[in-house]
């Protein structure tokens, strides 16, 4: 079955000290791969997306994301963390494949709190 | 270009009664997922509406329905309600039927639903 696990629920760093959220993922087909934002009352938007054509991705607002398909990992990173990144971050998922129509497999979520 | 509109933004309700939400997409945008996000469960997938087709269901009760018009508009009902469907509702549109890399999905703000 398709799943993806985000490792930490919450996450707490200082402001401009690096970022890392921690996403693995398990599937028997190629995934399309994603990390959105939540900020609070607000819906979701889509800082980065893999699709197969670079292994590091870049997102809006310094964000990066590497895939590695041995590890089965997408974490998602910043160099350097602004007080207006505090919000909730989705890994995601979809999968194309025989049977799976392309719907999206969120993560749990990690709360994203930078400390002034 | 504006984005994905959803009303009503909040409402309450009372068990028993039912709810119809309202969705319109980006323009051009053919596709429209429903997904529900609780803080117990998270974010699930409910439906994906292309070309006035339902194309997926989620698992959820037949209580969850929804609808497709012409122009690309979504409507989701939820009749009887209980008090677990309190959640925050939200709907994204996309260019075709099945998110991936190619095809990104683009979220509105939701609509936020009390049942009391």
């Known amino acids: 079955a398709q799943s993806v696990t985000q490792l930490d629920s919450h996450v707490s760093v200082s402001e401009g000290t690096p970022v890392l959220l921690r996403c693995n993922y398990s599937?028997?087909?190629?995934?399309?791969l994603f990390w959105y934002v939540q900020h609070p009352n607000k819906g979701l938007q889509l800082l980065l997306k893999y699709t197969s054509a670079a292994t590091l991705v870049k997102g809006i607002n310094g964000f990066e994301a590497e895939f590695k398909k041995s590890e089965t990992s997408f974490h998602l990173t910043k160099p350097s963390a602004h007080m207006s990144d505090a919000a909730e971050y989705f890994c995601?998922?979809?999968?194309?494949?025989?049977?799976?129509?392309?719907?999206?497999?969120f993560g749990q979520g990690t709360t994203l709190q930078v400390k002034p | 270009k504006a984005g994905v509109t959803q009303t009503p933004r909040y409402l309450i309700k009372t068990r028993g009664q039912q709810v119809t939400l309202s969705c319109s997409p980006i323009?051009?945008?053919?596709?429209v997922s429903w997904y529900q996000q609780t803080p117990g469960q998270g974010l699930q997938f409910l439906f994906e509406?292309?070309?006035?087709?339902?194309?997926n269901k989620g698992n959820f009760p037949g209580r969850f329905s929804g609808r497709q018009f012409s122009n690309s508009r979504s409507e989701m009902n939820v009749s009887t309600l209980e008090l677990g469907d309190s959640a925050l509702y939200l709907c994204a549109s996309s260019l075709w039927a099945g998110a991936s890399g190619a095809n990104v999905l683009t979220f509105g703000a939701g609509s936020r639903l009390t049942v009391l």
């Open positions: 323009s051009g945008h053919r596709s």
């Open positions: 995601v998922v979809s999968f194309s494949g025989s049977g799976n129509t392309g719907k999206l497999i």
């Open positions: 509406y292309f070309s006035e087709t339902q194309r």
């Open positions: 599937s028997s087909y190629s995934p399309s």
